[in-house]
């Protein structure tokens, strides 16, 4: 058995059902797992492990519900910089046919790396696209090897030009080996039980990639497995145009066509969703992963996240590929989800003179959506709070930086109101992956430079 102390945090942000905010707080964790949180003087006073976050705030572990690591490598690529959803991923996909195994791992650690010094602890990832014999194995390796907690999802590419799609006919998948490597992958990586560090989740990849056939048997496959579904959904009006045109169906429809709506389900984006669509959501309990930095760089929309809210839908965040953000900073996607939801709330009219209409979101509904949301999403009930039997997943962040400086005066809104700042110690079960603002399980340096190497490789 192993004990971790954590003491004098100035605030201990728990996120549980009562919302405590614990002034001169700590945990108390045992093998990974918190056993007891409150302040300071009520926790024991010794462990294996004591760290004293005096003069620091902590929080529940940030939790991405959508990303594509692989794109850390195409960056700002200049002929994608300013186009559309189609028009970015038909100049991509070419220069994403070079990708190797390699490249998947060094870019799953570059992604994870920056993730977990923005305070992230769990992340799940959308890879749909094998060339050269790469495999989601090579992604769930280098996970491990950095520590944060990985939601592994199977994608995949099955409707090429010559059939009506979109991606190139070279960088899609046959159907059968599509479902039998999201069979082996599962029975292989899967882990059912609280503090798991891999889970795979089932993920063809958009309406406008896959065929209908597809959708149906992975929902199939994955609800006699006990997996999760994801895709992305509604994210641009080029999409409600594609479904309508190829399956008689906008693409909410559509999803309940192919038995694609449930609580083991969570669509990408939904931008381009109406109020009754909203409703049917909240009334199947499927979740929604919210990619503001995304949709603004695609120009895709803004989606109406504080009306998903009100209706109760499970939202959590998502900081995309790393080609449509170009970062992996989820502490910066926390800020920029409450300024877009205000900005959208202006434009459909709501203000904070409004009696009868949703408020402003809030910086502590911002920090929700970024850990119980994210949980409630990915269907994990042992993550997203800090509360005994919880996993011990959280971040710290030190009040005396220049970041802070006159935001005191309520510092958990000044961690989403103020500029976003690396974590200065990142857990994932009790596990310090980031401390004192440094990675901690390999060297940052090295990484940087094999995968910079990795990506001129693929656009020369």
Known sequence: MTTLLVKHADVVVTMDDRRREIPGGGLFVRDGFIEQVGPTGELPTEADKVLDLRGHILLPGLINTHHHFYQTLTRAVPPAQDANLFGWLTTLYPIWAGITPE????????????????????????????????????????????????????????????????????????????????????????????????????????????????????????????????????ETEDEDEFCLSKFGHKPVAYMETVDWLGEDVWFAHSVHVTSEEIKLYARTGCGVAHCPASNMRLASGIAPIVEMLTAGVKVGLGVDGSASNDGSNLLAETRLAMLLSRVGAGEAGFSLSSDHLPPLMTARTALEIATRGGAAVLGRSDIGSLEPGKCADFFALDLTRIEFAGGLHDPVASVVFCSPMKADFTAVGGRLVVEKRQLTTLDLPTLIQKHNAAARRLLN
């Open 103 to 234: 490249d998947i791992y060094i870019s799953t650690q570059t992604a994870l790396a920056e993730l977990a010094l923005s305070g992230c602890t769990t992340a799940s990832d959308h890879l749909y696209i094998y060339p050269n014999g790469a495999r989601l194995d090579d992604e769930i390796a280098a996970a491990l090897e950095i520590g944060v907690r990985l939601q592994a999802s199977r994608g995949s590419m099955s409707l090429g030009e010559s059939q009506g799609g979109l991606p190139p006919d070279r960088v899609v998948e046959t159907e059968e080996n599509i479902l039998r490597e999201s069979q082996r992958l599962i029975e292989t990586y899967h882990d059912p039980n609280p503090g798991a560090m891999t889970q795979v989740v089932l993920a063809p990849c958009s309406p406008f990639s896959v065929t209908t056939d597809l959708m149906r048997e992975s929902a199939r496959l994955a609800r006699a497995y006990g997996v999760h579904l994801h895709t992305h959904l509604a």
